[in-house]
């Protein structure tokens, strides 16, 4: 028994408190519970979705992949891994882009022909001396699958692979299949020049922006009819996936897509930020944030920062940083030069702000910022980035940041046109 009245209120209020609290949370549930029948879609990876909804396609067929450390499931189980040891899949071959299919190789560097330590298939190279399958290469293979993260910008070369691979596909006869992913940057934005056709390269092979807007599966069906590369196509859609999202609002988790990728930020930065590889300053290789940091050492990081800051660029500041890259321009040597850090991603102009990065800099050192060399056609290499030779010349002829983004924007407009026809996702 409870002697004393002070020790029954205790338990009369606990007691109370108890059958209250469900009551309550009953409550706040009602108010936030979705309407009826409401459930939030599933996210699923076309390698997923292959793998659950569409075996039929490469089931009883002899499958060649073309992938690197991206191609994973939801799981982070490789595709290699997880295909190879399919009872109902028969891979045969793998095919890597740059980097290579582990994704041990830096940029630009020659990937021979191996084979693969962990399940003894036959891997080849799709960068540097071969960049489109040989009909040898492809002798053994009834189908084709791609699956490769993409990060959205034009000069990013897996896209390349993945249109030479379908014109191979094309010339002899083999299906060609996309196992769709997002788009890190989102699907709703697009952004800088179209490319000119007299400057096509392998960092920019048809005329899209430079931020496009679109997966790599769109790009596939686009490439495949407008360019008139005519493989027999398939691609294999995301479920659950919505153009706004950005790469951190799905359930995926981030896995470097080359070596100098290491985060969304750096994805975030990069249609812009990249253009600084056309010139003689360095673009951030070589430091533990590529294309987020950007400087030289002639260059006054607190001038620079002061000037980018006066534009007053939409979603994004600029912090004075000093930095000594490991590797590429400028190794072991201090270099002055800003940090960009993007403060809204909803205004962020990637584009914009690395086109006022290079000419910033132009501007303020005349004498010492220059353009890489001009090849024997006349054309430089940040002409082969940007797309056209024109940005280059307004540049150096003082031309202002807002006439040279205006030049653009009739062929960006007409490619939105274009664009619209090969939309997957809402």
């Known amino acids: 028994m409870l002697k004393k009245p002070w020790m029954f209120a205790i338990v009369f209020v606990l007691a109370f408190s108890a059958l209250a609290l469900p009551v309550a949370f009953a409550k706040h549930d009602e108010k ?11 996210f699923e990876l076309g390698i997923d979705v292959l793998l659950k909804d569409r075996l039929d396609l490469i089931k009883g067929k002899r499958v060649g992949l073309i992938t690197n450390p991206t191609g994973v499931d939801q799981n982070l189980n490789s595709d290699v891994d997880v295909l190879f040891h399919h009872p109902d899949v028969h891979l045969v071959a793998l095919y890597g882009p740059e980097h290579g299919v582990r994704g041990s190789e830096q940029a630009g560097d020659y990937v021979p022909y191996y084979i693969d330590e962990e399940t003894g298939l036959p891997v080849y190279s799709l960068y540097g001396k071969t960049q489109k399958p040989t009909p040898d290469m492809l002798k053994d293979v009834d189908v084709l699958l791609f699956d490769i993260q993409d990060v959205g910008t034009r000069f990013y070369t897996y896209i390349y692979t993945m ?11 083999i299906p060609f299949i ?19 056709p007299a400057y096509a390269s392998f960092v920019g092979m048809y005329p ?5 807007g679109m997966t790599v599966g769109e790009l596939a069906e686009l490439f495949n009819r407008e360019f008139h590369i005519g493989a027999d196509l398939t691609v294999v859609k995301m479920k659950g996936w919505k153009r706004s999202m950005l790469y951190d609002e799905t359930p995926l988790q981030w ?3 080359s070596p100098n ?8 930065v990069y249609p812009g930020a ?28 607190m001038r620079l920062a002061d000037k980018l800051n006066d534009l007053h660029l939409p979603g994004v500041r600029f912090r004075s940083a000093y930095f000594t890259p490991t590797f590429s321009k400028f190794q072991n040597q201090l270099c002055g030069g800003i940090q960009i850090h993007v403060t809204d991603r909803a205004t962020y102009q990637p584009v914009l702000t690395g086109l006022a990065i ?10 010492d910022f220059a353009f890489r060399e001009e090849n024997a056609d006349g054309v430089s290499y940040f002409d082969q980035l940007i797309g056209n030779g024109w940005v280059r010349r307004d540049i150096e002829n003082g031309a202002a940041l807002s006439a040279i983004v205006k030049k653009w924007q009739a062929d960006l407009k007409a490619f939105n046109k274009t664009r619209a026809k090969y939309l997957l996702y809402h």
């Open 255 to 257: 896995v470097l897509p």
């Open 274 to 301: 990249a253009l600084i590889e056309g010139t003689n300053v360095s673009e951030g290789r070589g430091t533990t944030r590529p294309f987020e940091l950007i400087g030289a050492p002639f260059i006054n990081g």
């Open 163 to 173: 249109a030479l691979a379908m014109q191979a596909a094309a010339e002899n006869g």
């Open 358 to 367: 290079v000419k910033t800099i132009h501007d303020l050192y005349p004498d």
């Open 261 to 268: 990728m290491p985060t969304l930020d750096t994805a975030l």
């Open 178 to 196: 996309v196992l769709d992913r997002p788009n890190p940057i989102g699907g709703d934005k697009v952004e800088g020049p179209v490319l000119d």
């Open 208 to 212: 899209i922006p430079l931020r496009h």
């Open 32 to 42: 936030t519970k979705k309407p009826n029948g409401f459930h939030p879609p599933r």
